[in-house]
């Protein structure tokens, strides 16, 4: 399956805003979804793992769901910073395949 | 807290070879799978290949099934990849993970592999 997200995004300092991730195939409830940030000249850091689970560290303005309807996942970061500028990344683990699947990246700009 | 070394990148020709290490520390390496991803430049993330942890298993991306080998040394606490037949195509920078229920959880900062003539 394929993990299809927007190529860029963007909104305003202090705003809300969503980045989708859409499963080709099979349910998105199947597999658990991560989320990565990578800012540029750096390496990926996980945001999101288990679909809505925080590492210890990650602010709490950065929240993951499924939502089964759509088969997709939303990454949800709140209060955007200028920090938050960045690539993100949606992952799943094909597990009969034994195969981990990346999403394209969705890059950030914060206005 | 974990940390993850990785070290062997360098500029190789079309067809050569190049052994990466990945060097763990915070947590104990022999009790959970490890994975490579590499990133082309201006690309995207792509998962290279994984290994368990006592390295009974492992997987690979079709773009790299039968020229790269993963491998661990679970009493010096290092993962390997071993990449033979290298083409312009793998020029990326190669990842090191801890994996949390099949997917990278804790990334290292990479090691850049450029395959040129």
């Known amino acids: 399956f394929m993990l299809t997200q927007p190529h860029s995004v963007s909104e305003s300092l202090g705003k809300t805003v969503t980045i989708s991730c859409t499963r080709s195939s099979g349910n998105i409830a199947s597999n658990y979804v991560q989320w990565y940030q990578q800012r540029p000249g750096s390496a990926p850091t996980t945001l999101i793992y288990e679909d809505d689970q925080r590492p210890s560290g990650i602010s709490d303005r950065f929240s993951g769901s499924i939502d089964s309807s759509s088969n997709s996942a939303s990454l949800i970061i709140s209060g955007l910073k200028t920090e938050d500028e960045a690539d993100y990344y949606c992952q799943c683990y094909d597990g009969p395949n034994n195969v981990v699947v990346f999403g394209g990246g969705t890059k950030l700009t914060v206005l | ?117």
């Open chain 2, 1 to 117: 807290e974990v940390h993850l070394l990785e070290s062997g990148g360098g500029l190789v020709q079309p067809g050569g070879s190049l052994r990466l290490s990945c060097t763990a520390s915070g947590f104990t390496f022999s009790t959970y799978a490890m994975s490579w991803v590499r990133q082309a430049p201006g690309k995207g993330l792509e998962w290279v290949s994984r290994i368990f942890g006592g390295g009974e298993r492992s997987y690979y991306a079709d773009s790299v099934r039968g020229r790269f080998t993963i491998s661990r040394d679970n009493s010096e606490d290092t993962l390997y990849l071993q990449m033979n037949g290298l083409r312009v195509e793998d020029t990326a920078v190669y990842y090191c993970a801890k994996d949390s229920t099949g997917s990278p959880h804790s990334w290292g900062q990479g090691t850049l592999v450029t395959v040129s003539s």
